[in-house]
């Protein structure tokens, strides 16, 4: 096995399957089954979703840029709890956190009690990104990997890693299968938000992009498996 403590990165639209909006429970569920394979390879495995299938800070108009955020976090929420009972549906032993205190739905999020459920074989979800405006899921994702001490950050997306330009606009756009996060920033490329990608690089932490569109790929690049890009300073 590859790496032990893994923290997957799943974006709002993934979990929307082809209707691009709200919860495909059939794609809900086959992230689940892909959850639920990890851990009986003996991954530990937290979650962090998007909310972009609810809600995109960036189509909000004239609303108060903190509003608007408030909103996106909440949309996260959904998504986790959605998740969660998917998870437990197939019978796994879960814990969802929120990063605001909402205690009728989950756990205040507590990187020590967040160990120590990955330790005993639970799947921790993390809802409601940082619990600040300003900061995206993928900065969430990079601070919740580095509280729990995960070895990797999966990012699941729509492409098959990080290319050195646009691969919807670009015919001849070239897959990059290793950099580092110093290029990501000084290059602007279109991995992470550059705050995250900080994080990642202030952390030690590792970060793999990958085609989500095969939920597939997710088991081969926790086992180390050479698809996606890999993401790191140790180059």
């Not at 929420?77 to 796994?92: C, I, K, R």
């Not at 299968?177 to 992470?192: A, M, N, P, T, Y």
């Not at 992009?209 to 939920?215: E, K, S, W």
């Amino acid at each position: 096995m590859k790496y032990k403590r893994i923290l997957l990165k799943l974006s709002g639209e993934a979990l929307s399957g082809q209707n691009g909006n709200g919860i495909d429970y059939d794609t809900l569920v086959r992230y689940a089954s892909i959850v639920c394979r990890l851990t009986e390879k003996g991954h530990e495995l937290g979650i962090v979703t998007g909310g972009g299938n609810f809600w995109r800070g960036r189509s909000s108009g004239s609303m108060d840029r903190v509003a608007a955020d408030k909103v996106g976090m909440l949309a996260t929420v959904m998504n986790s709890v959605a998740l969660a009972d998917a998870l437990e549906s197939q019978g796994l032993d879960c814990r969802l956190m929120t990063a605001v205190f909402m205690p009728s739905v989950g756990e205040a999020m507590d990187g020590q009690k967040a160990r120590r459920h990955l330790e005993e074989g639970r799947v921790v979800i993390f809802a409601g990104g940082t619990g600040n405006p300003f900061f995206s899921t993928d900065s969430a994702a990079a601070l919740r990997a580095a509280e729990t001490g995960c070895d990797l950050i999966l990012k699941s997306t729509l492409v098959d890693g990080v290319y050195d330009k646009n691969p919807h606009e670009y015919d001849d756009a070239r897959l990059l299968h290793e950099l580092s996060f110093s290029q990501i920033l000084e290059e602007k490329l279109d991995v992470v938000d550059a705050t995250a990608a900080a994080l990642c690089r202030a952390f030690g932490l590792k970060l793999k992009v990958i085609n989500g569109n095969d939920p597939e790929n997710i088991i081969r690049a926790a086992a180390g498996e050479a698809i996606g890009s890999l993401v790191s300073e140790e180059r």
